[in-house]
C-alpha cells in the first residue's frame, strides 16, 4: 500500500514572500502520479499541480512549483510571491496509474498581509 | 465557478430521516466519485461509478446508497444516519476512472449535519 506523509500540519508565510510545503510518499511502484491539491474556505478541492513519476522537469504553473526527488521519494511544492487568496489547505496526493488517489494529511497555509 | 455541482450546499437531518445528495457534471466525464470529508482530514474515498456502473465501494455502511441516473448524474441516498455521519461530502468527477491520466474534479460539497 502506498503513504503519503505531510510532516507540516501549519505553516504561515508573509504575503509575497515564497514558501515550501512538503511531503513524501512510499511506493514499490516505478510509474506513478503525483498531486497537489488545494481547498481553500469555500470547501471546493482545485489541482493545483501534477507531476507523472517518469519525467525528471519539474512541473511548473505560474507562481507554483514542485521539487521532485524521485530518489528520495519527496514531492514538495513551492508557492513563490504568496497572495492572500493562497490561505487554504493542501494536500498532497499519489497515485498509481489505474488506481485512487491515496491523500496526505494536509497542511493548513495561512498567507498574512 | 466549479463544474461540477453539488446540491444542497448545507443539510441538516434527523436520524430518521430520508434525504439525497446530488451531484451533476456536464464534462463527458465517464467517472464519478463521492468522497466523505471530516474537519482538518483528507477526503476518504466512499464510492466510485465508472460508466455508470459501481466500480468501487469502500465498505461503506448501506445507509448510504448512491446511484447513478446517466453518465452526468450522480446522487447519494441517506438513511438512518448516525451524528458520526456529520462531514462534508464532496463529489467529484474525471474523465476516466483512471486518476494518474485523468484528475479529480471536485464539487464544492454538501455540508451534512446529523441531529
Known amino acids: 500500500a502506498q503513504t503519503v506523509t505531510q510532516s507540516q500540519p501549519e505553516m504561515s508565510v508573509q504575503e509575497a514572500e515564497t514558501v515550501t510545503l512538503s511531503c513524501t510518499y512510499d511506493?514499490?511502484?516505478?510509474?506513478?502520479?503525483l498531486f497537489w491539491y488545494k481547498q481553500p474556505p469555500s470547501r471546493q478541492m482545485i489541482l493545483v499541480i501534477r507531476?507523472?513519476?517518469?519525467?525528471?522537469q519539474n512541473a511548473t504553473e505560474n507562481r507554483f512549483s514542485v521539487n521532485f526527488q524521485k530518489a528520495a521519494k519527496s514531492f514538495s511544492l513551492k508557492i513563490s510571491d504568496s497572495q492572500l487568496g493562497d490561505t487554504a489547505m493542501y494536500f498532497c496526493?499519489?497515485?498509481?496509474?489505474?488506481?485512487?488517489?491515496?491523500f496526505g494529511g494536509g497542511t493548513r497555509l495561512m498567507v498574512k498581509p | 465557478d466549479t463544474e461540477v455541482t453539488q446540491t444542497p450546499k448545507h443539510l441538516v437531518m434527523g436520524m430518521t430521516n430520508k434525504k439525497s445528495l446530488k451531484c451533476e457534471q456536464h464534462?463527458?466525464?465517464?467517472?464519478m466519485y463521492w468522497y466523505k470529508q471530516k474537519a482538518k482530514k483528507p477526503p476518504e474515498l466512499m464510492f466510485v461509478?465508472?460508466?455508470?456502473?459501481?466500480?468501487i465501494n469502500e465498505s461503506v455502511p448501506s445507509r448510504f446508497s448512491p446511484e447513478c441516473p446517466n453518465s452526468s448524474l450522480l446522487n447519494l441516498h441517506l438513511h438512518a444516519l448516525q451524528p458520526e455521519d456529520s462531514a462534508l461530502y464532496l463529489c467529484?468527477?474525471?474523465?476516466?476512472?483512471?486518476?494518474?491520466?485523468?484528475?479529480?474534479?471536485f464539487g464544492n460539497g454538501t455540508r451534512l449535519t446529523v441531529t
Open positions: 467529484a468527477s474525471s474523465q476516466e476512472g483512471r486518476q494518474g491520466n485523468s484528475p479529480l474534479h
Open positions: 511506493t514499490s511502484e516505478n510509474n506513478y502520479y
Open positions: 507531476q507523472e513519476a517518469y519525467k525528471q
Open positions: 496526493a499519489f497515485s498509481n496509474a489505474g488506481n485512487m488517489l491515496t
Open positions: 464534462m463527458g466525464h465517464r467517472a
Open positions: 461509478y465508472s460508466y455508470e456502473k459501481l466500480s
